[in-house]
């Protein structure tokens, strides 16, 4: 591949580390789903 | 409509248009008209996404399906997170720091001209038919429910929203996005609390709740595997995962949006919204279909929501069959109403043990009557008119706003559907005027001219799709398969698509020939399985994706392997100039 470093994909410098939001992000779906699993027990 | 509901739709839209022109002032080079200069806050921007990819379908479509089926749909989104996750550490970067202006304009850097072309041809052809669906499918809904005539209500969809999006360029767009997000969730949230204020004095919110979730509509999870339903956790999971990878990652109208973003991260701080809010949004959504489902046990609704056809049926020899059906309905209704009132009696504290269980089998058994005769109703229909594709689910919403909801409240939900119209065409026009002029104007047919020429071809291209879409909406809204058509063709499309984006971001050795190849292949192996298997159309994006990246892998190292494109080795100031 011939592109510029910076048109590749992978990490770079400048970028922040956003790998907490994206656990985060994560954690979050699976409350979300644990949620809807418990409202079907639930009312259903 | 009352005079203030329609007062409250007429502030909607002068609101929308002045700030669409208000913020899309300094547009004058292309920079600025297709990317606001890359300027924008990570919340305006992800408001922006969240507010292109909820259409007025989804609004009426997706409370319909929450009437019928409850809350089983929610599992479509399962996958978006995990594909904002993966974008946000693959293309966001890479395209904001590529300086482009088309997701297509990557794929020439890569791989070379012919890859784009066709990819960007792709997205213009299915893009604009579907933006023809986008104003098809509200307008319609509305004609019917307050028999307005049907061209002019196209052209009340699409001519205040060409205009601010032809004069404003993306800044009018993302800014007009932001406040129809706050109309089409303020609406939303208004119609969950009057729905729940309808409930009868006697009736909690939990018993209407397990009253819905005795016929099922309380169950979100389908854990089953089979590539025949279509909505269960996997595909939703897995299905879903491609298709958003597809949508967000490679289609103009979404790339676009965090294109406009001030820099990375806010780029995919803007994704990462949607992360977080997306399925809790839809959820709603869905809740205000199964609260409408309560809402119709204790309040008569007709026995079909879609009337049109009435003329039609009454008129026919069968109109005392029907007329037999309707008294059928509605001394069902009625069985089925003192069914749900007691099993919300027999929750109550102090209740006989077996009680409750006995009131909710009652309450089955007459909810299935009534299902029936509905269903019986709908096949007399369908024979009478000779419309095989007769459905009522889009109506039962706007049937329940017109006819129970108080004056004012109408014009905040109508408001609200024309707001999320009008932010997911607004988007849809913008996105296909930049493709359209970067990847096939400037590169192909005008190369060097300044910027004030590609500016004023932009809009005149922003014009001469918003008519091609309100003319295709026309056609559109005439026939019913071909919204469906339209849906297919665009998941013959999507994980195709995202097979070359996965070629050019992760296999090393692809060059242009695979890339071509495969896509073609890819193409071919999603009609292949549509027309000779079961397998519903969350799947077909991960076939279409698993084609190309196979096929174009192999066919690149079978071809020499790698190749610069045309631009390779500039830097990208030099190719952005």
């Known amino acids: ?44 | 409509m009352q005079w203030i509901d329609w007062a409250i739709v007429a502030v909607y839209l002068f609101w929308i248009v002045w700030t669409g022109l208000r913020m899309g002032r300094k547009t004058e080079e292309l920079e600025s008209y297709f990317l606001a200069n890359r300027s924008l806050p990570w919340w305006a921007v992800g408001l922006s996404v969240m507010a292109t990819q909820l259409s007025a379908i989804t609004l009426v479509g997706t409370t319909g399906q929450g009437y019928n089926a409850g809350l089983s749909f929610i599992q479509f989104y399962f996958g978006l997170p995990l594909a904002m996750i993966i974008l946000s550490l693959t293309v966001v970067p890479l395209f904001r720091r590529a300086n482009i202006y088309t997701a297509y304009e990557y794929l020439e850097r890569r791989f070379d001209s012919k890859t784009r072309l066709f990819t960007s041809l792709l997205f213009l052809l299915s893009r604009a038919m579907a933006t023809g669906v986008v104003i098809a499918a509200p307008s319609v809904i509305l004609s019917v429910i307050f028999g307005w005539n049907l061209t002019l209500t196209i052209l009340a969809f699409g001519i205040p929203t060409i205009f601010y999006t032809m004069k404003g360029g993306v800044q009018a767009v993302t800014w007009a996005d932001v406040k129809q997000m706050v109309v089409i969730v303020g609406g939303l949230s208004a119609a969950a609390v009057a729905l729940i204020m309808g409930l009868p004095d006697d009736v909690t919110v939990g018993a209407a709740l397990r009253t819905a979730g005795a016929v099922g509509k309380m169950q979100a999870l389908d854990f089953t595997f089979d590539t025949s339903t279509t909505y269960t956790f996997w595909s939703g999971l897995i299905g879903g995962l491609f298709l958003s990878m597809s949508y967000f990652g490679c289609d103009q109208s979404q790339v676009q949006r965090y294109l406009t973003a001030k820099s990375v991260d806010e780029a995919r701080g803007s994704l990462l919204m949607s992360a977080f809010w997306k399925i809790p949004l839809q959820v709603l959504v869905l809740m205000v279909g199964v609260l409408m489902f309560v809402f119709f046990l204790f309040n008569q609704g007709p026995i079909l929501f879609k009337n049109t056809y009435l003329p039609a049926v009454q008129s026919s020899t069968r109109a005392a069959e029907y007329a037999g059906l309707d008294r059928e309905y509605a001394q069902a209704f009625e069985n089925r109403k003192l069914a749900a009132r007691a099993m919300a009696a027999a929750q109550a504290d102090g209740a006989p043990a077996g009680a409750a269980s006995f009131a909710r089998s009652e309450f089955v058994r007459n909810d299935t009557a009534v299902r029936e005769v509905r269903a019986k109703a709908t096949a007399l229909v369908k024979d009478v008119t000779g419309d095989p594709d007769y459905n009522d689910t889009n109506y039962v919403f706007p049937t329940f706003v017109t006819e129970h909801l108080p004056v004012g409240l109408v014009g905040l939900i109508i408001a609200a559907i024309f707001a999320a119209a009008m932010s997911t065409i607004a988007a849809e026009l913008s996105s296909l005027a930049t493709s359209s002029v970067i990847d096939i104007y400037r590169r192909h047919l005008k190369p060097e001219a300044d910027d004030a020429h590609y500016v004023t071809v932009s809009k005149w291209a922003t014009l001469f799709w918003g008519l091609f879409a309100c003319f295709v909406a026309t056609f559109a809204a005439e026939m019913g398969s071909l919204i469906e058509a339209v849906n297919v063709l665009g998941s013959y499309f999507y994980g195709s698509i995202l097979g070359v984006f996965i070629l050019a971001l992760g296999v090393k050795r692809a060059n242009g020939d695979g890339a071509f190849v495969g896509l073609i292949a890819g193409m071919s192996a999603v009609w292949w399985v549509d027309q000779h298997t079961a397998t519903v159309y969350l799947w077909l994006n991960v076939v279409g994706a698993v084609v190309v990246t196979v096929v174009g892998t192999i066919v690149s190292l079978l071809t020499g392997g790698a190749t610069a494109g045309p631009d390779a080795g500039k830097s990208a100031a030099t190719r952005a100039a």
């Open chain 1, 1 to 44: 591949m011939s592109l510029a470093p910076s048109e590749r994909p992978g990490t770079h410098p400048d970028d922040s580390n956003l790998s907490a939001t994206y656990a985060l992000v994560l954690v979050v779906e699976v409350i979300v789903i644990l949620g809807l699993y418990w409202i079907g027990r639930q009312f259903g």
